[in-house]
């Protein structure tokens, strides 16, 4: 089975300051494409990054970035001068075929102090 | 645009009841996902289309059936409630590329007592 882990529940970071969440996957394709979603109290589900696997160079959006490792098939995300509205669930995900089918993993709560 | 939009918000159910939620988009996709959402468990893909009259079974697709009748709007069905059911209930939908994003709905919570 193909799975996505994230080993950090919740993390907590002040304002300002950086946070990475941990993220790992399991496939044997060779190209698959990579997402990090993030779900605020508001229950809305909005896409924060993506890559491609057969892309070397790591993507960033704005304050958000990631760190692919293809070959220990890791992708953390890095989030920096964390703001308040960044209080939310981070999912990772992956697809591994045309049809676009996600898998998930299970989340991490980023909670972001004043 | 809406996007992608979800009806109902929020519902309660009896086991054994049946329903329909339906979902919408605007943005004329062809791929179209409904997810569900349990604490601690991510969302999971219960059934998919890649196109007006198509379907597909996800990971956990038993006890839900779908309908792709028109190329905007994606059915979700439950025949027979049970408790195991009850979930946050997600609609995505993607354009043509597997790069593209999947824009979800609001989603719908369902409680089955």
């Known amino acids: 089975a193909q799975t996505v882990t994230q080993s950090q529940p919740e993390m907590s970071v002040q304002e300002a300051e950086t946070v990475t969440l941990s993220c790992t996957y399991d496939t044997s394709e060779n190209n698959y494409y990579l997402f990090w979603y993030k779900q605020p109290p508001s229950r809305q589900m909005i896409l924060v990054i993506r890559q491609e696997a057969y892309k070397q160079q790591n993507a960033t959006e704005n304050r958000f970035s990631v760190n692919f490792q293809k070959a220990a098939k890791s992708f953390s995300l890095k989030i920096s001068d964390s703001q308040l509205g960044d209080t939310a669930m981070y999912f990772c995900a992956y697809s591994t075929d045309s049809w676009g089918k996600l898998q998930f993993g299970a989340g991490t709560q980023v909670v972001v102090t004043p | 645009n809406a996007g992608v939009t979800q009806t109902p918000k929020f519902r309660v159910l009896k086991t054994g009841q049946s329903m329909t939620l339906l979902c919408a988009q605007d943005?004329?996709?062809?791929?179209m996902y409904w997810y569900r959402q349990d604490p601690g468990m991510g969302l999971r893909l219960i059934h998919y289309s890649v196109g007006e009259g198509t379907t597909a079974k996800g990971e956990v697709p038993d006890g839900y059936n779908v309908s792709r009748l028109k190329k905007q709007n994606f059915l979700l069905g439950l025949e027979s409630a049970a408790p195991s059911q009850t979930s946050v209930y997600f609609c995505a939908s993607r354009g043509s590329y597997a790069y593209n994003e999947q824009f979800f709905g609001p989603g719908t919570r369902l409680t089955v007592l």
């Open positions: 943005m004329n996709h062809e791929y």
